[in-house]
């Protein structure tokens, strides 16, 4: 069995070990539709873990897509915590509002703001998030980095989705922008005094990193 054949038998068995419910399934036919990136029901339970482990009152999400991902960390979060997802397609929102009422997700446990994250973050609340999901055009990856810092409560997570590029990041020869920006977010978090990361094999790839305590 080659490595390819051992890597696809793995993640048959994870993604197959999680079930989702009928609002999910529905949320990926309808991102199929749409042409939205979601997370693999794997990479989906590793944000329920993320929010769980972190006991998480606030999550910030950007790229709200159709709202698999949304559905997942809320369902890790404290029984009164608040998502707040950013995307600047209304359409993907729609969307996202039909799969949380769909998954039994209260309305005041959603916050969804329509807008372009540059412009939406800076104006959220300092060291006010326990968790920030991006997932979306990395080629923006490192501006979103750039709020983290001051987002995030000290313990708190960044995790980038996609982070493995379709494979092109561990590709020299791969060159375009979308490969050149993951790798420059991956030097920066590596690199970084703030953070402590780690990529995860999951999905598509997951990069994640923790708010590092004041020294």
Not at 68 to 90: C, F, I, Q, Y
Not at 181 to 209: H, K, T, W
Request: net charge negative.
């Amino acid at each position: 069995m080659t490595v390819s054949d051992v890597e696809a038998t793995r993640s048959a068995f994870t993604d197959g070990f999680i079930v989702e419910d009928d609002s999910l399934r529905t949320a990926r036919v309808r991102a199929a539709e749409l042409g939205v990136s979601v997370p693999t029901p794997t990479a989906g339970a590793t944000l329920r873990f993320l929010a769980a482990v972190l006991d998480a009152h606030s999550v910030v999400e950007v790229g709200t897509g159709t709202g698999v991902s949304g559905v997942w960390m809320v369902r890790g979060m404290r029984a009164d915590g608040v998502l707040t997802t950013v995307d600047a397609e209304p359409e993907h929102q729609r969307a996202a509002r039909e799969t949380f009422r769909a998954a039994g997700i209260a309305q005041n446990r959603t916050r969804l703001i329509a807008g372009h994250p540059g412009e939406v973050l800076p104006r959220l609340t300092d060291s006010g998030y326990d968790l920030m999901w991006v997932c979306g055009d990395p080629t923006y990856y490192s501006e979103h980095l750039r709020e983290a810092p001051r987002l995030l409560r000290a313990g708190g997570i960044v995790a980038f989705g996609d982070a493995f590029g379709g494979g092109a990041i561990a590709d020299p020869a791969a060159r375009d922008p979308r490969t050149l920006a993951l790798r420059d977010l991956a030097a920066a978090l590596v690199e970084s005094e703030q953070f402590a990361a780690v990529f995860l094999p999951i999905g598509s790839g997951i990069l994640a990193a923790t708010k590092r305590a004041p020294r």
